[in-house]
């Protein structure tokens, strides 16, 4: 059996500009870059990539994957990521357990500041 490990890939319009963001939300840095290409990695532990490829066409509707960014302080977490230029996209949800706020990037690209699952 190989090996294998996930990659998180999300498509934007300005790599560069977007990895400060997600660099900054996620504690990331930057691993390196070529053309439309700019890869983030943790700076310490074992957290997957995030690679941001750039794109010519605009999103369009709904991401059919999200990055959710768990945290104890979902409340604290999301205004911090709004200084960092995020938005929120609704109001505190809940449900099975879990708590969650909808936000998305200074692209639009959606994610959720969440209390995470217990396995």
């Given at each position: 059996?190989?090996?294998?490990?996930?990659?998180v890939?999300?498509?934007?319009?300005?790599?560069q500009?977007l990895?400060?963001?997600?660099?900054?939300?996620?504690g990331y840095?930057?691993?390196?870059?070529?053309?439309?290409?700019?890869?983030?990695v943790?700076t310490?532990?074992?957290?997957?990539?995030?690679?941001?490829?750039?794109?010519p066409?605009?999103k369009?509707?709904?991401?059919r994957a999200?990055i959710?960014?768990?945290?104890?302080?979902?409340?604290?977490?999301?205004?911090?990521?709004?200084?960092?230029?995020?938005?929120?996209?609704g109001?505190?949800?809940?449900?099975?357990g879990n708590?969650?706020?909808?936000?998305a990037?200074?692209?639009?690209?959606e994610f959720?500041?969440?209390?995470?699952?217990?396995w």
């Amino acid at each position: 059996m190989t090996k294998a490990n996930i990659d998180v890939v999300l498509d934007c319009a300005n790599p560069q500009k977007l990895g400060q963001f997600w660099a900054a939300a996620l504690g990331y840095r930057v691993l390196g870059s070529a053309d439309q290409w700019l890869a983030l990695v943790p700076t310490q532990g074992t957290k997957p990539p995030l690679v941001l490829q750039g794109v010519p066409e605009p999103k369009a509707g709904k991401n059919r994957a999200h990055i959710d960014i768990v945290t104890d302080d979902v409340e604290g977490e999301a205004t911090r990521l709004e200084a960092l230029g995020a938005t929120r996209l609704g109001g505190v949800l809940e449900e099975h357990g879990n708590r969650w706020i909808p936000m998305a990037d200074p692209e639009g690209n959606e994610f959720c500041v969440c209390l995470g699952i217990e396995w």
